[in-house]
């Protein structure tokens, strides 16, 4: 299973746009890209999906290079809301077939006014 | 999207005591995961539940300390049992299906501290 390495931790101001970017050298050709959002006490919750180019929702942006060794998520103009640590995985498209849904140790961003 | 309800949210349990947590899904999942997770730290996956079989377990979690049953495709439980001060965490439930995009669902996790 592609491990993935992310900074631990990353500072911004509100309004700023914030980019976190997650290394996975050994992503196979069937993996997708995953990014989950981690706020205390609650349960992580899905961001994004992309399995290579560009993908945007109404929350971000998720920026696959050609060769997907590594992925960027994109949180445009962040408030202090989007102070949370965030999860890139990397799994194949059914998910946890093999039964490994495993997560990294996360960027915990923190947004300040 | 799918919404996971956990019992009990928390718990203050004895030592050598066993606590079961319940995961409810409101809707079918194909699959279905527990974690642990410490403060301030990743969450770690202890097992994946199966539905009708005996659970995935990771490295390092045994079924002898954390039993797990899912006897359909909408709930399971999952037992901490002989507890010890070191179990003392938050546990989580997830739910996983594949739609539009492959996404995981969380409950908001059972606190547990062992005294």
């Known amino acids: 299973l592609a491990k993935t390495t992310q900074p631990i931790s990353m500072d911004s101001y509100e309004g700023q746009e914030v980019n976190i970017t997650c290394s996975h050298n050994?992503?196979?050709?069937?993996?997708?890209i995953t990014w989950y959002q981690q706020f205390p006490s609650q349960g992580p919750r899905f961001i994004i999906q992309?399995?290579?180019t560009k993908v945007t929702n109404e929350v971000a942006s998720l920026f696959i290079p050609a060769d997907r060794k590594s992925s960027t998520l994109s949180l445009p103009r962040v408030s202090l809301s989007d102070t949370a640590v965030y999860y890139c995985?990397?799994?194949?498209?059914?998910?946890?077939?093999?039964?490994?849904?495993?997560f990294g140790k996360g960027t915990k961003l923190s947004v300040k006014p | 999207s799918a919404v996971i309800s956990q019992k009990p949210s928390r718990d203050i349990c004895q030592r050598g005591t066993s606590l079961t947590i319940q995961c409810q899904v409101d809707s079918q999942v194909t699959m279905m995961f527990w974690y642990r997770q410490q403060p301030g730290q990743s969450l770690t996956l202890i097992a994946t539940a199966n539905q009708g079989s005996e659970a995935t377990y990771e490295s390092g979690f045994v079924i002898d300390k954390f039993p797990i049953s899912r006897p359909n495709l909408t709930f399971s439980t999952l037992t901490v049992s002989n507890m010890s001060p070191e179990d003392s965490s938050i546990y989580l439930c997830s739910g996983l299906d594949w739609g539009e995009n492959t996404e995981a669902f969380f409950g908001q996790g059972t606190r547990l501290t062992v005294v």
């Open positions: 995985l990397v799994a194949p498209e059914d998910g946890g077939s093999q039964g490994n849904l495993i």
């Open positions: 050994n992503i196979a050709t069937n993996d997708y």
């Open positions: 992309g399995y290579k």
